[in-house]
Each structure stands twice: as structure tokens, then as C-alpha cells.
């Protein structure tokens, strides 16, 4: 990270900074980053390089002080909240994680701990999942994907913590409700791996016998245009697209019908009606497999207690049957709608290699901007010289 006062001194910052390190033998990228993170003053204006070799740290510093960079840079807006978020199913693909299993000691110790919590309600390795391994389930499985998922995304949120990114509110959509409460100490490791395990199977009983699709008009529209199918499709979610649940063979002629009125609509690659009336069919099922799980006091730091982490709280029920509107807060705080979010979605967060990745239709929402994985320690005991020394006027 490069830092200035004001946008011409963070470009001589990094002019100079280039210079130095053309001129000099020493440092590493390694040790020039760690000391401009641990030993520099942080101005208000700032530019993030991500690279591991100098020729391509070079390049990227020759761009930034010439002012024809693509870099994250502008100024800083110190004292804001921070927002984990942590989306439902949908951002799976083979090998997800899969390097920074291997790269970051962090994640791994995380999935490792999610592994073992998992391991009394599943029949097969989460490592193995990750990893793509020959006889492992593939993600197609809801009973496999969604506890994955799971495991991902709080291993994202502990490598996030683990830069000292805290977040003052977490929030959860679907699925992503139960990272939410465990990222926020709702529920301990151990109750959120089995309400994500044994949720995840019992919906394997409403495979086959449903559907959903995304539609692009408003919630009110929508439910007009779901009433001639009586009941038999409702509406799932309105967060972005309105999010449609039901019957197979009502889905299909929604979607003809739309697409004859030239309404943008598109089937979501499910094959169960996900928070609809359908999922009451395993609703015994789960309340008497959740038994016993109640929540715990939230240690997310600066977030308020919910009201379930009262003195006597009521048994736990993840989310299923009931449709929902955005993202439900798990734990929150009142901040402004400009509050930075980090999206703790596993879409191209952890990519391994060109695996091919899932179909997804041109409305898909752009991917989130990958996780760092944390770089090792540095071998220097003093700062990097060009890192410590390097000044501009007005400048860092």
C-alpha cells in the first residue's frame, strides 16, 4: 500500500518509490510492502499493488506515477463501519479454495476446524470437496454444497480478521444466515456445522419436486403475475432480481409468459423450491434435528445483542420456508448505506487454477474482488531502505 496526502503526491510516492527499488538490490516486494504497512505514516490518498515479483511491482508503480494505472486508489474514509456478508447458494465452483488451502495457514487452519465440526453429520471429506478429489461428491449435491459453502465462507471471514479487518456488523442471506450467526458468536462452530449439515440434507427430499427462476420486475409486480398459478409459485426473495420458488411445471409456463412480454426472467439452476410451502414438508424434520441449539450472546466486536441472545433464548431455526427480503441481519449496527461491505462470497475469491466454472447468465452480478491470501512473515528484522527512506514533498 502506497499513501499520499493528495493524489499528485501518492503518484511522485510511487515515481520514487520505483526509482528506489530500480536502483537498489535490496528488498524484496515482500519487504518493501510490509514496511510501507507496518512503518509508514497512512495519508488520506492510497493505491493497493498486489504482486509477487519485482518486474510486475515495477510495471504497476511506472503506471501509477504516470497516471495510466487500472489500481484500486483514492482517498481513504477512515472511522467507517465494516460489513461481512454472507450470501446463500449459488457462488459454488469446482475447486474453490483450493489455493488458499495450500497458500494461507489461516483458511486452512479455519477449514480444517469446519471439516472436523462437520464430520459427525456428513459421509464425506470437506478437504477432499475442495480439493476436487478423484471419489469425492461433487457440488451438485445440496447436502455437499451447502455445508462447502459454509465451510468457505467463514474461512474467508477468519482470513479477513486475521488482517485485522473486524467487521461492526455481519449479515446473511439464506443459507449465509447461519456464517452470519457463527462469524458474529451467535452459535459456536459446532451448532452452526450441524444446522448447515442437517438443513442441507433434509432439503434432499424436496430434490426433484421443484424449481426456482429470478425475474427482473418489482415484488409487487411480480405477485400479480403469480396469480393465475394459485398458490403453486410464491415468491422466495427480493434481493436484486425477485426470486421465485415452486411448482416445475408452473415455473416453466411463468417463464414463457414473461419471456412472450419481453420481461427479463431466467431459471436459477435448483432443482427444489427453496423458501416456498414446499420446504414445510421437512419442517418437523428439522426442528427435532436442531433440538437443543440455542444462541449464544454475539462477541462480533461493536455489535449490540439481538434479541435472541436474551437470558432465555428460544430454540434456533435456520432460515428454509419463509421468503426474504435482502440480505436478514444476523447482527447489526445502524450505519449509513455507504458503509464498506466485504462480500465473503467464494465466487473467484479462491480460485486454484482454470477450472471451468459454472454457467452463469449475462445478469449474473459481477464477482467480488478476490481475498488476499496473507503473505508469509518477512525475513528482515529492519525496514525495507527504499520503503523507510523514500519521501516526496507533501507525501508519504
Request: neutral net charge; charged residues 15%; aromatic residues 4%.
Amino acid at each position: 500500500m502506497i499513501s499520499g496526502r493528495s493524489a499528485a503526491a501518492l503518484r511522485a510516492q510511487a515515481g520514487a518509490l520505483r526509482t528506489c527499488l530500480e536502483h537498489t538490490p535490496g528488498p524484496r516486494p515482500l519487504d518493501a510492502a510490509w514496511t510501507l504497512a507496518t512503518a509508514r505514516a497512512a495519508h488520506e490518498h492510497r493505491a493497493v499493488l498486489a504482486t509477487a515479483d519485482r518486474p510486475t511491482l515495477l510495471h504497476w508503480l511506472e503506471t501509477l506515477a504516470t497516471g495510466t494505472d487500472a489500481l484500486p486508489h483514492g482517498p481513504a474514509r477512515p472511522g467507517e463501519a465494516v460489513a461481512f456478508v454472507f450470501p446463500g447458494q449459488g457462488a459454488q465452483w469446482p475447486g474453490m479454495g483450493g489455493e488458499l488451502l495450500d497458500s494461507s495457514p489461516v483458511f486452512a487452519a479455519s477449514l480444517v476446524a469446519c471439516a472436523d465440526a462437520l464430520g459427525p453429520y456428513v459421509d464425506w471429506s470437506l478437504l477432499d470437496v475442495v480439493r476436487g478429489a478423484v471419489g469425492a461428491p461433487g457440488l451438485d449435491r445440496v447436502d455437499v454444497v451447502q455445508p462447502a459453502l459454509f465451510a468457505v465462507m467463514v474461512s474467508l471471514a477468519a482470513l479477513w480478521r486475521s488482517y485485522g479487518v473486524e467487521p461492526d456488523a455481519v449479515t446473511g442471506h439464506s443459507q449465509g444466515e447461519i456464517a452470519a450467526a457463527y462469524v458474529a458468536g451467535a452459535l459456536s462452530l459446532e451448532d452452526a456445522a450441524r444446522v448447515v449439515a442437517l438443513r442441507a440434507k433434509a432439503l434432499r427430499a424436496l430434490t426433484g419436486h421443484g424449481g426456482m427462476a429470478a425475474v427482473s420486475l418489482p415484488a409487487a409486480r411480480v405477485r400479480e403475475r403469480l396469480a393465475p398459478w394459485d398458490g403453486r409459485i410464491a415468491v422466495a426473495a427480493v434481493n436484486g432480481p425477485v426470486t421465485v420458488s415452486g411448482d416445475p411445471g408452473a415455473l416453466a409456463a411463468l417463464l414463457a409468459a414473461l419471456r412472450a412480454d419481453g420481461v427479463r426472467a431466467r431459471p436459477v439452476p435448483v432443482d427444489y423450491a427453496s423458501h416456498s410451502p414446499h420446504v414445510e414438508a421437512v419442517r418437523e424434520e428439522l426442528l427435532t434435528a436442531l433440538d437443543g441449539i440455542a444462541p449464544r450472546p454475539e462477541t462480533s466486536p461493536s455489535t449490540p445483542p439481538s434479541p435472541a441472545a436474551s437470558s432465555t433464548p428460544p430454540p434456533w431455526t435456520p432460515p428454509t420456508g419463509t421468503a426474504t427480503s435482502g440480505p436478514p441481519s444476523s447482527s447489526s449496527k445502524s450505519h449509513g448505506p455507504s458503509s464498506p461491505t466485504v462480500t465473503m462470497s467464494s465466487w473467484r475469491s479462491a480460485r486454484t487454477r482454470s477450472s471451468p466454472q459454472p454457467s452463469r447468465t449475462p445478469s449474473t452480478p459481477p464477482a467480488p474482488a478476490p481475498a488476499p491470501a496473507p503473505p508469509p512473515a518477512p525475513t528482515r528484522s529492519s525496514p525495507a531502505p527504499c520503503a523507510a527512506t523514500t519521501a516526496v514533498p507533501d507525501g508519504s
